[in-house]
């Protein structure tokens, strides 16, 4: 089990920037690959980002390319993603998920507001 924590969310003008951070309470930590996804109201949830657990790999939604950056501190257990460049289409509760190494199941924490607008 890993309980998944998110914060950072919050209203920003367009053009802004935003960090996202997700706490995962595991021991595992580093057995893990974690992914954001976002949802927006009236649509369906969708992936903006992942990392490896060795943090070697990342991937991206092509609507965040070069906009988004997923990162990962194993000391904090703690992965991020720097939104910068942010637009009125990136409002949406944005959810960090945790996969172990090989598993099948996610874990998800309870999301995070992102506001984007003037």
């Known amino acids: 089990q890993v309980h998944l924590e998110e914060s950072g969310g919050g209203l920003v003008q367009p053009g802004g920037s935003l960090r996202l951070s997700c706490l995962a309470s595991?021991?595992?930590?580093?057995?893990?690959?974690f992914g954001w996804h976002r949802q927006a109201p009236g649509k369906e949830r969708e992936f903006v980002a992942a990392?490896?657990?060795?943090?070697?790999?990342?991937y991206y939604a092509d609507s965040v390319k070069g906009r988004f950056t997923i990162s990962r501190d194993n000391a904090m257990s703690t992965v991020y993603i720097q939104m910068n460049e942010l637009e009125p289409e990136d409002t949406a509760v944005y959810y960090c998920?945790?996969?172990?190494?090989?598993?099948?199941?996610?874990?998800w924490g309870q999301g995070t507001q992102v506001t984007v607008s003037s």
């Open positions: 998920n945790a996969r172990l190494i090989g598993g099948t199941s996610d874990y």
């Open positions: 595991t021991s595992a930590f580093k057995s893990y690959n």
């Open positions: 990392i490896s657990y060795d943090g070697v790999n990342t």
